[in-house]
Each structure stands twice: as C-alpha cells, then as structure tokens.
C-alpha cells in the first residue's frame, strides 16, 4: 500500500471565475509581506542616522539643531512610505491587472490528478492547449479526452494559500530551445472529493522545496497568462 494515495482518475476542476480572481488575491496577499519587508541592512542604516539625531540634538542647541530633527522627521516619513506607500502602490498595480483578466475557458473543464510521476491535467481533446514535447503527453484518444502529465521536476514556484495551491511550472521546447511557463490553481475544496492534496503537498515539497513565488519585479499576477 503507498503511503501517499493517488487519484485513480482525474477529478473534476470546475474552477469558477470567483476563484480564479480568489486565488490570485490570496496569492498577491501572501506574498505583499515580502515585498514591503525592510532588510536587516536598512534597519541598520536606520539606526545609525536615528543615534547620530540623537547625539546632535543632545550636544547642539539653537537653529542648529534643525538638521537633526529633520534626520528624524526623515527616518519616519522612509518608514511610512516603504512600509504604506509601497503597499498601497502595488495593490493598485494589481487590481489594474486583474481587472484586464479573466480565466481561461478551458480551466472551466479541466479535470485533474495526482500521480507519483506528476499532475494529470485532462482536458476535451478540442481543448487542450499545444504543448512542448517535455509535458509527457499520453493521449487518451476515444473518449474525446486528452490528458497531459506536468512532471514534478518541470514545477518551477508553488504556493499555498488558505483556499488554493498555486502552481508554475516552466518547461523546455526540445525543437525550439523556447522555454514556455504555466501554471496551475487547485482549490483544497477538491478535498471533498478526495482529492489527494497531502500527496501533492509532499511532491512539491520533495521535488520543489520550500513554496514561495518570486513578485518583486512583477508584484501583480505575474504567473498567470495573460489575455491576448
């Protein structure tokens, strides 16, 4: 018996607009803690010109105290801007982008599944996305499905949030050398219909590591297509 269970057949995805846009507010909120967090470097900065403020103000009196204040009035107004400013930017960036989006129909009938090998994503064979030769791509012809298999080593990022496990993975044209990006949301309501997320958290975990996406360059959905 394996340790981790695996799904028999692909599940039902039946992702709603809703939560695709859910999935990526989570995402986005996740990772905003990152973005306007101060580094030990700058606190350290910070620091020194807030003693040397002090000391100025303690050992100078008069106009020429002004500078010292301004030091501090300074540090605060870094602060409230690294800190607010930078947040209150980058929401706005994102709500832009969301606003421009929306899922895409595919996703709508998209089954999928956990297989020791990779996800099994299955799709209408009228559906289904070109794809590179590095999805490992067994076909399943008859029943008007094909399925393709992202392997564990092609997921690049992995994130979980309190609704969803968000997925990019990124794989490599062997004819073209182009490398192509994608990425995957499973809601942890599939859970119902005992989908295996323990399995899949412990496959990330293994073969990816620690979960996180990298939006300092791109604080927005970077990792979501965008509409052409």
Known sequence: MALYPYTLQPIDLNLTEEEFRQA???????????LTKISVKIWAILAVIVVLAIIGLVMVSGYSTIIFWLMLVGVV???????????????QEFEKQMASQSMPAEMQQMKIGVQQHGIVMSLPAANLPQMPRGYNQPLVRGTGMQQAVVKWNNVSNWQETPDFIVMMFQVKDQKTGEVQQGSQIVPKRLAQQRFPLETLRHHLQEEVGQQGFDLKDKPTDKYFAQNP
């Open 24 to 34: 990526q507010l989570q995402l986005f909120e996740s990772n905003n803690q990152t």
């Open 77 to 91: 107004l870094f602060l409230v801007a690294r800190t607010y400013g930078l947040k209150w930017y980058v929401k």
